[in-house]
């Protein structure tokens, strides 16, 4: 009998240092995979023309900067919050007047000159080899358009803007690294001339990315 209990207290013993060490190999294997990160990017903001409702809307190309708050639970987990900001000049033109204000009545194509702020929320998904982490995202925020100061004629516009993208991580040390991204927004045309309004279209702004994350 006196046996048997040490024969069941090693296998007791036992059991818990292989449970042990599986619970650390799992931790590891989840802060391996895991990543909280802020990040700081650079990008071009390229949109195409629209039209309708009587207005050609051509919004200008123009450079940007975003900042962004990133976690990683798991390849199918992981949320980050942005706030990007670009130069966002659009021209509108009638189209149902021809000319150029040579007619009675009919006005001048109007140039603004704004400034888009865009706060976003993403769901990431992600994938991690070795010192390389791909991932995919999709996303929702508010864009504000805010022309500059001293423009007559012009209003402010806030719209609804849904965001995806697919980008790369590439680790150079156990906490910084250089991220890689396309990030692409859709969203309703800003309608900031109270002259002739927006073309009401469905707008896509593409941007190319490069940054660097700091990762916690």
């Known amino acids: 009998m006196h046996k048997n209990w040490i024969k069941a207290a090693i296998l007791a013993v036992g059991l818990a240092a292989v449970g042990v060490a599986t619970a650390g190999a799992q931790a590891k294997a989840v802060k391996a995979i895991s990543q909280t990160d802020v990040s700081v990017s650079l990008y071009g903001a390229f949109s195409g023309s629209t039209t309708g409702d009587g207005i050609a809307q051509s919004p200008s190309n123009s450079a940007g900067g975003m900042i962004g708050v990133r976690h990683i639970s798991n390849p199918?987990?992981?949320?980050?919050?942005?706030?990007?900001?670009?130069?966002?000049?659009?021209?509108?033109?009638?189209?149902?007047?021809?000319?150029?204000?040579?007619?009675?009545?009919?006005?001048?194509?109007?140039?603004?000159?704004?400034?888009?702020?865009e706060i976003t929320g993403d769901w990431v998904a992600s994938l991690k080899i070795a010192n390389f982490r791909p991932f995919a995202l999709a996303g929702v925020g508010?864009?504000?358009?805010?022309?500059?100061?001293?423009?007559?004629s012009t209003t402010s516009s806030n719209k609804g803007v849904f965001v995806f993208g697919v980008g790369l991580d590439w680790g150079l040390a156990p906490h910084l690294g250089l991220r890689l991204?396309?990030?692409?927004?859709?969203?309703?045309?800003?309608?900031?001339?109270?002259?002739?309004?927006?073309?009401?279209?469905?707008?896509r702004t593409s941007e190319p990315m490069v940054g660097a994350y700091l990762r916690f």
């Open 181 to 203: 991204q396309y990030r692409g927004n859709v969203y309703k045309a800003p309608d900031l001339s109270t002259v002739y309004g927006s073309s009401t279209a469905f707008m």
């Open 142 to 152: 508010v864009l504000f358009n805010q022309p500059s100061s001293g423009q007559a």
């Open 76 to 117: 199918l987990v992981g949320y980050e919050g942005t706030y990007s900001f670009n130069r966002a000049n659009q021209v509108y033109t009638p189209l149902v007047c021809p000319g150029t204000g040579t007619l009675p009545g009919c006005e001048p194509p109007q140039p603004v000159s704004a400034n888009a702020h």
